[in-house]
Structures are given as C-alpha cells and as structure tokens.
C-alpha cells in the first residue's frame, strides 16, 4: 500500500488529539514503521502508552536542539507535524533544519485546517503557520500540505451552542463551511503518502461542506429541538477598530474561521474511504 520509497514514518505531537488520530490511522495501515517524539524529560502520558502498545516507538528529544533532532531523524522518510501551542514556529523550523540535516524525504506541516495560502488577511493565529508554509516551499525539502477545513469535533467554535440550543451566525446562513472528523484526517494524511498530486503540493479535503443553516438543521434534528439563532456579522470589524462592545480575540478567531472554512478543487475521489457524515460527529458532541 505504501509508496515503496517510504517506510519509516516520525510523528511530532502524536499525543495531542490530532496526532493521536494521525499516528493511530498510520498504525492500523500497517504498512510503515512509526516513531512518535516526546519532549524530555521523559514521563507518562496515556495516549503515548496506548500508541507504543500499538506498535509506536515512542523516543524523547529537545526540540530546542537541532543536533539532537537530526540524530534522531536519521532513516525517517516522512516527518508528520501535529505540533499545536506557542512553540510552533520555532519548534517546526528546528524540525525542517534538522529533517534536511538528516536526509527526511517529506516534510508534512501542522496545517490541517483552513487553506491559509489562499486568505488575503490571515489570523494572527495563523500567521505563524503561513510564514512557515513558505519558508517550507523555499527549503528545498519534498512536502505536502495537507488542508481539511474544520475540524468536526470543535464545529461548535463557529457559534453552535448545543446546551443552550442557541446558534450565533458570524456571516450569512448560506456561508459554506468544509469540515472533517479527526480519524478521517488520519487516514487522508497515511493515503496521501500515495498520490502524486501530494509531492510538493496542497492536498484540499473534506468530510463535509455544509451551509451554517444546514449545520443548524444538523443540530435541531439531533437534539430535537427548534434552535434560537442571531447574527453578529460585524466582529471582524469591532476587532479590528476596538470599537465598542469589542469581541474577545477567540471570538474574532471564530468570525474568521466562518468566512475562511470553504475549500475549492477538492481531491476526495483520489482517496480509497467514505468520510464519516458530520451528523454522526454532532451527535456525539451532543452527547457527551
């Protein structure tokens, strides 16, 4: 299944939630060899345990010493970032220098979410991911961009307050938004080792695109309840002037997240599996 000139594959943030599902999708392929870093010191972590019983090497590096990564990055042929946080610039540009040390054929970055090259005014939350995806394009180093639109399970970001049956609308009802469950952006991440289109370019999928009054609906038939909607289309905007009552930083991320969630020229028929339906993902928020 794999393409034959990768075998060993390294995970960086495999402990957090979607390096989690990347890591386990790699695992139940079966086809590659998977190392998983953890930052020293050593110490226990329950997600790392239940990958390492699944077949994970799990090895401890400083990510602060590119001597240290690059000893360790030898005879990996992909490198797949899920790293999240404050220390994702200089953590991922450490990484690069010491995967080109090492010889890594594919640099995978921690994107997976909206497809930020194509966004005229980008987040300051994003704006550290762009400077790295270019930086990435400049390195020399073969990569894949990975962009999956929303993640399913926090769609409630986007202003879906399920335990109060309230839905607040950042743009108009028919504003499409792309979103996709964790486990299917590890399978899309394994298959994309596969695909030509994926050297040195952008991979767009999608579990679903769905209009923010079709994710309403999605809500009302599962909780069975008739939601009360409003609308704030002038976040951004507050924000941006401090203009009174001026939204919270998060809630400005949300505004954002709403008019940049689409995704054009999707490549979901290159790949072998259904998506799970966002229906399924909202029942199980809905629930728990």
């Given amino acids: 299944m794999s393409n034959s000139t990768f075998k060993v594959v390294t995970i960086a943030g495999a402990t ?16 590659y060899k998977i190392k998983i870093l953890r930052k020293k010191p050593k110490s226990e972590n329950k997600n790392a345990s239940l990958l390492a019983s699944k077949g994970a090497e799990v090895i401890y590096v400083d990510y602060n010493d590119k001597n240290d990564l690059a000893k360790t990055l030898k005879g990996t042929d992909v490198i797949v ?20 040390e090492a010889g890594v054929k594919r640099f995978i970055p921690s994107e997976f979410g909206c497809d930020i090259k194509t966004i005229n005014d980008v987040h300051l939350f994003h704006a550290s991911k762009l400077a790295f995806l270019q930086e990435l394009e400049k390195s020399g180093i073969e990569y894949t961009i990975i962009v999956t639109g929303l993640f399913q399970e926090y769609i409630g970001i986007l202003g879906f307050d399920h335990k109060n049956k309230k839905a607040t609308f950042y743009a108009d009802s028919n504003t499409k938004i ?11 991440t394994v298959e994309s080792l596969k695909l030509p289109e994926a050297r040195n370019g952008t991979i767009r999928v999608a579990g679903s695109v769905l209009t923010l009054n079709e994710l309403l609906k999605k809500y009302e038939e599962i909780t069975g309840t008739k939601w009360e909607v409003s609308e ?7 924000f941006k002037n401090n203009t009174a009552p001026v939204p919270t930083i998060m809630d400005d991320f949300a505004a954002y997240l709403t008019v940049n969630s689409d995704i054009k020229n999707l490549h979901n028929d290159k790949f072998s599996f259904t998506p799970i339906p966002v229906a399924e993902v909202i029942s199980t928020i809905v629930k728990t």
């Fill in 16 to 31: 957090g939630s979607l390096g989690y599902h990347i890591t386990d999708a790699f695992l139940n392929n079966g086809s």
């Fill in 81 to 100: 970032s899920a790293i999240g946080g404050n220390e994702l610039e200089a953590t991922q540009r450490t990484l690069l220098i010491a995967a080109k």
């Fill in 178 to 188: 792309a979103t996709t469950a964790l486990s299917d952006i590890g399978k899309y």
């Fill in 232 to 238: 704030d289309f002038t976040i951004r905007q507050r």
